[in-house]
């Protein structure tokens, strides 16, 4: 149904229908019986969302997210201040893995990746910064959620993408509150069914390392 969030009624109705196609393309019925709006005025927003590629359309004439919301991601991801500080710690843990290193936080029931270094190796795991995964499926929402190993790291083997491993720990501000997770994910064949061995001290170790640098 319609509703207002900022009290700017052409803001809202447009970031209804963003909303509406970040969970997958929408024809315009679909835009009409999601949002609530009206045939005309649904039409009018998303084509003048499309005409700032902020909506792309199909070639059935759906609706989908379009690419300049990849850009705008990105810039947000590196105009966050947690990212920048984890850079080093990150960059540091990509090089001791050889793996592909993530930065997650939480949004809402979400996660989002705010910074990520891909592997060198042909065959990698690749998480787009700007992506949103669930909270309850892999190791790095387990983290953000509280779960917490005896070793300060939490591993899982193919639990939210089959074929992949990934091993993380939370980043802890100093009053105790997590601000983020750390995560190394790469392929089984290559991370085994017990990540945690190989990599969960040097996760964890950059988890801290993170701390120390944003000085939260």
């Known amino acids: 149904m319609e509703h207002t969030v900022s009290g700017v009624g052409v803001v809202d109705k447009s970031f209804s229908i963003l909303a509406l196609v970040a969970a997958g393309p929408c024809s315009l019925a679909e835009l009409v019986d999601g949002t609530g709006l009206s045939r005309a005025t649904a039409h009018r927003l998303a084509v003048a969302l499309e ?6 359309r199909l070639d059935d004439g759906r609706f989908a997210l379009g690419l300049h919301l990849v850009a705008l991601g990105r810039a947000a991801a590196e ?3 947690l990212a920048a500080a984890a850079r ?16 997650y936080v939480r949004d809402g029931d979400s996660r989002v990746c705010v910074a990520a270094l891909e592997s060198p190796h042909g065959l990698r795991t690749i998480v787009p910064v ?14 953000l959620s509280g779960e917490r190993g005896r070793s300060g790291w939490l591993a899982t083997v193919g639990e939210r993408e089959a074929g992949v491993a990934s091993v993380s720990a939370p980043v802890v501000g100093r009053d105790g509150a997590i601000l983020a997770a750390v995560s190394v994910s790469g392929p089984i064949e290559r991370l085994g069914r017990s990540p945690g061995r190989q990599h969960g001290d040097a996760v964890a170790a950059a988890a801290r390392g993170i701390t120390a640098a944003y000085g939260a």
Do not use: C, I, K
């Not at 005409?51 to 792309?56: K, N």
């Not at 080093?88 to 930065?103: C, H, I, K, N």
């Not at 700007?130 to 983290?143: E, F, K, Q, V, Y």
């Open 51 to 56: 005409a700032h590629a902020m909506l792309r």
């Open 79 to 81: 105009q966050y201040p």
């Open 88 to 103: 080093p710690a990150m960059t540091e843990l990509r090089d001791a893995t050889g793996e592909s290193v993530q930065l």
């Open 130 to 143: 700007g992506a949103t995964l669930p909270m309850d499926l892999g190791s790095a929402g387990r983290a």
